[in-house]
């Protein structure tokens, strides 16, 4: 209440002011003062000088007036009777006896008159004309003593609106220095009736030292009933807001609150209760669903995966094991391939392995009858061959240096010089380290046999197989190159493709390992990272490397 009541005597306190200061317009006026002082001298204007006195000077007080929400009305009364109205703004004197504060004479400078009816509007309807308050400004001149009276006038419900939204059992009335008590229509005759009681509440509390910091509230007895009050002083009009609270119904309302509050409480725990039954469901259901799954899974099926997974903790754990499952499932798979890759390459070189020892013998045999007979080239060859059948046949271990491949190739190589009138050479640039670095074994020599048998096939002349090495990072790269007939873009997309597992491999050979199944031991011994990639470019040259990771515990180097 005491925050409510001093917001409603600034309210008023503001419309004091701008009443007051709408006032000081006329007053500070110059040329309106000497107009006027002209005209209570009995000074004779025309109509055009009264008009040009209009134009300039009151219709710029009426466009101030208008900005003003606050202010009702400002009129200007002259005690002349020869000077012409100006309506809404100008009226003779003799207009004021028809107000409420002119009955009985002008009222002093600073006077303040409150609720009554503005006679001088002119309406269609009566009950429909406002009631005004307003504050009364003299305008005197020492040579013709009063030549005017100011009138700044506000609406009673805009300088109390409390007043007019007040009831039975929450009012709010204006007690003037007079101590003439303003209020509703409606709650007229109560306020009579309790005057004395409210007077006597508003004189115990009226002391200076109680109102100095704003509104004052109390209980006490007001006709019998126990109410709270309070008061607050509008220093500017010297009156008080006097505000009356009923308490009768205090201790109903207090117990409809509690029943309302017990009522909410109840509501609240009941929605809560379902809440987290819902929310357990749910959990529940999502915990046996995981349950149900590791214990399927514990049975040996991995096909199987969570559904309906939520957002919550249970969703990730359900989406973290579907993943694990996954991979579990990918990583099998990948194991059996390896092993069936193993076990192909074993049955291959258990099929190679045909009475090796006879097949040596009768290739020494003959080298040694090469010999005797003087024919070192024959001699040569076979030795050749009888090198690369014992390398091709022996399987003890499925990695060799890089160096003991090359020896391989180079044998390799001086038998396919026997079938050609031309001579196909070796390059190399492979430094010391990569020569040292184990590979599964038949990794370079069918590189080198696809350059031959397909890179070559349309060349007659001598030519060269060029192999290169070097070191990056942690990764050795072996390249390939010969500069044959190459490949059209589809023949080297459709070798991608092979590669890469997205068509079966058709490139491999009786007698030697397709350049797919080099591809995937690489992958299977250092991983999918590592392996073959080719380059090519017809009419101009191929290129195959071999990506593998530098392994220095296993360089050799002294």
Request: glycine share 6%.
């Amino acid at each position: 209440m005491k925050y409510e009541l001093d917001k409603s005597c600034q309210n008023a306190e503001q419309a004091a002011v701008n009443c007051k200061l709408s006032a000081e317009i006329i007053v500070n006026n110059e040329s309106i003062n000497d107009f006027l002082n002209q005209i209570a001298s009995d000074k004779k204007f025309s109509f055009m000088d009264i008009l040009d006195f209009y134009g300039k000077e009151i219709s710029g007080v009426q466009k101030i007036i208008k900005s003003n929400p606050y202010i009702y009305k400002l009129r200007l009364f002259v005690h002349s009777g020869s000077v012409k109205e100006i309506i809404p703004l100008l009226y003779k004197e003799d207009r004021i006896a028809d107000l409420k504060w002119g009955r009985d004479g002008v009222p002093p400078t600073g006077t303040w008159c409150f609720d009554y009816v503005d006679s001088l509007e002119q309406a269609d309807d009566p009950d429909g004309i406002a009631r005004i308050a307003s504050l009364i400004t003299r305008l005197n001149d020492y040579r013709y003593g009063r030549y005017g009276i100011v009138e700044s006038a506000v609406t009673m419900e805009n300088m109390f609106p409390d007043l007019y939204h007040s009831t039975a059992s929450d009012r709010t009335c204006f007690v003037d220095q007079a101590g003439n008590i303003y209020s509703s229509p409606e709650l007229s005759d109560l306020w009579s009736s309790q005057k004395e009681e409210i007077m006597e509440f508003l004189h115990a509390n009226e002391q200076p030292d109680q109102m100095d910091n704003g509104a004052v509230c109390k209980k006490t007895k007001i006709g019998g009933e126990e109410v709270l009050a309070g008061c607050v002083k509008i220093k500017s009009i010297q009156g008080y807001l006097i505000r009356i609270v009923s308490t009768k119904n205090d201790k109903m309302i207090l117990r409809s609150s509690r029943i309302e509050f017990l009522l909410l409480w109840i509501a609240i725990v009941t929605v809560l209760l379902l809440f987290s039954n819902r929310q357990v469901t749910h959990i529940l259901r999502q915990f046996y669903e995981i349950y149900d799954t590791v214990y399927r899974v514990q049975q040996g099926n991995l096909e199987v995966r969570v559904q309906n997974m939520s957002r919550d903790e249970f969703g990730v754990l359900g989406i973290e094991l579907n993943t694990m499952l996954d991979r579990i499932q990918k990583l099998m798979e990948d194991t059996l391939q390896r092993e069936l890759l193993v076990k192909n390459s074993q049955i291959k070189a258990l099929q190679n392995q045909i009475n090796n020892h006879f097949i040596y013998n009768v290739l020494e045999s003959v080298k040694m009858m090469a010999e005797i007979d003087e024919k070192y080239e024959i001699a040569d060859t076979v030795s050749s061959f009888g090198q690369l059948l014992r390398y091709s046949m022996r399987w003890k271990s499925g990695y060799v240096k890089v160096e003991e491949e090359i020896e391989q190739i180079r044998n390799y190589l001086a038998l396919v010089n026997l079938w050609y009138d031309d001579e196909i050479c070796l390059r190399m640039t492979i430094p010391q380290e990569i020569l040292c670095q184990e590979i599964p074994k038949m990794s370079l020599q069918p590189i080198v046999e696809n350059s031959i048998s397909h890179g070559m096939r349309e060349y007659t002349h001598d030519t060269n197989i060029y192999m290169e090495g070097e070191i990056t990072g942690e990764d050795c790269y072996i390249r390939v190159t010969d500069f044959g007939c190459g490949m059209e873009e589809e023949e080297l997309l459709q070798l991608h493709k092979r590669l890469n597992g997205e068509r079966e491999d058709n490139s491999g050979q009786e007698s030697g390992i397709g350049l797919k199944n080099v591809h995937d031991r690489l992958q299977i011994g250092f991983g999918a990272e590592y392996g073959i990639t080719v380059e090519s470019e017809q009419h101009c040259y191929t290129r195959v490397t071999i990506k593998i990771p530098y392994q220095k515990r296993k360089r050799g180097l002294t």
